[in-house]
């Protein structure tokens, strides 16, 4: 069982769509990071949250971390093909490492 | 900028064999750290450093062996290649427990 469960796993969808991934725990986080993985390329970080509620906007993604810091959400405006790869989330818990998600893989279509 | 480097970014091996995968990071991150991804399972921590002369497992140890050869280096070595050790390797660096980490684009390594 992961400790970061993502969903959906897949998501493939048309350009100009709308799409929300979701990154929950049972566990409460001092942190949640955002990655972007491209093919052939390691993870490259978006966007770090730490405040409960925390809302930041990078662009058409928006990223909201929970009131209670265990769950978290990634919101593509007008998806775009540049946008296709693995969404990684991972949780920061003091005085332990990093603990990523399985991600979501999403397919945006021309 | 090069960040952070792996070597080699290809490798093919015979059961048993054994080899060393190579990290460097430029940006004078204390903490490096080893990962594997297989499909559906994310990144999976084999071990990590937090400074400079220490090293601690991670949640997939076993079958790997690490040195921090110096704050830059970082390499993880296989003694004897299992099939179950075909996987794609990321090395990681970060300034610090928790905070955000710089990947290398990973080596691919395939165990026959």
């Known amino acids: 069982t992961q400790l970061l469960e993502q969903s959906p796993q897949f998501l493939s969808i048309q350009e100009g769509e709308n799409l929300t991934v979701y990154c929950n725990s049972s566990?409460?986080?001092?942190?949640l990071q955002w990655y972007r993985q491209e093919p052939g390329e390691g993870p490259v970080l978006l966007v770090t949250?730490?405040?409960?509620?925390e809302v930041k906007k990078l662009k058409r993604l928006t990223f909201q971390f929970g009131d209670a810091r265990k769950d978290s959400s990634l919101h593509i405006t007008a998806a775009q093909p540049g946008d296709t790869g693995l969404y990684l989330c991972?949780?920061?818990?003091?005085?332990?490492?990093?603990?990523f998600g399985s991600g979501t893989q999403l397919t945006v279509l021309p | 900028n090069a960040g952070v480097t792996q070597t080699p970014k290809f490798q093919v091996l015979k059961t048993g064999q054994s080899m060393t995968l190579q990290c460097a990071q430029d940006m004078n991150h204390n903490s490096m750290y080893w990962y594997r991804q297989d499909p559906g399972m994310g990144l999976r921590l084999i071990y990590y450093s937090a400074s400079e002369g220490t090293t601690d497992k991670g949640e997939v140890p076993n079958g790997y062996n690490v040195s921090r050869l110096n704050k830059r280096e970082f390499s993880l070595r296989l003694e004897s290649a299992a099939p179950s050790q075909t996987s794609v390797y990321f090395c990681?660096?970060?300034?610090?427990?928790?905070?955000?980490?710089?990947f290398g684009d990973g080596t691919r390594l395939s165990i026959l």
């Open positions: 990681a660096s970060s300034g610090g427990s928790g905070q955000p980490q710089h």
């Open positions: 949250v730490v405040t409960g509620g």
């Open positions: 566990s409460v986080f001092s942190s």
């Open positions: 991972a949780g920061g818990r003091p005085a332990r490492q990093l603990t």
